[in-house]
């Protein structure tokens, strides 16, 4: 099962770096687009950073939520984070990067792999919009849809 991971890990990776090579982004692309992977960096490493990158005046929508949620519900979400739950790893790949002045948004697609405190395995994988403004030099995110597009969630 190990090897089938890697494996897949791999193939995944060498997809994505053809495809980021297939396409020439600008330098304001490029910058956002770092952002992106930072915070989600931070949140597959459940680091309390991630906060960061939420603008107070954020609101995002889960497919799983009834209804948008704000910075708060964030807040929440973060301070329960389940410890005993380890990214193995993240995969993103861009498939749009607009920005217009102090505004952009980022359609993409995710798989990642967690591990629980069992050693049991579960794989997600799914897309995400989100919609940043620059505040005081620093992409913030203030919106955001998405969620697990995968058929056992």
Not at 19 to 27: H, K, M, N, V
């Amino acid at each position: 099962m190990k090897k089938f991971i890697c494996l897949f890990a791999l193939v995944i990776v060498l997809l994505m770096a053809f495809s980021i090579q297939a396409q020439q982004w600008t330098d304001q692309q490029k910058e956002v687009w770092k952002t992106v992977q930072t915070y989600n960096d931070l949140s597959a490493n459940r680091d309390p950073g991630f906060l960061d990158y939420f603008d107070d005046t954020y609101h995002g929508w889960e497919y799983e939520a009834d209804a948008p949620d704000g910075k708060e519900a964030v807040k929440i979400y973060i301070s329960n984070w389940d410890p005993n739950i380890k990214t193995l790893f993240v995969i993103l790949n861009p498939a749009t990067i607009w920005v217009n002045g102090n505004f952009a948004y980022v359609h993409y697609y995710y798989t990642t792999i967690r591990e629980d405190k069992d050693g049991k395995r579960k794989s997600e994988k799914g897309r995400w919009t989100d919609i940043l403004m620059k505040k005081d030099g620093k992409w913030v995110m203030v919106g955001d849809h998405g969620g697990s597009t995968s058929d056992d969630d």
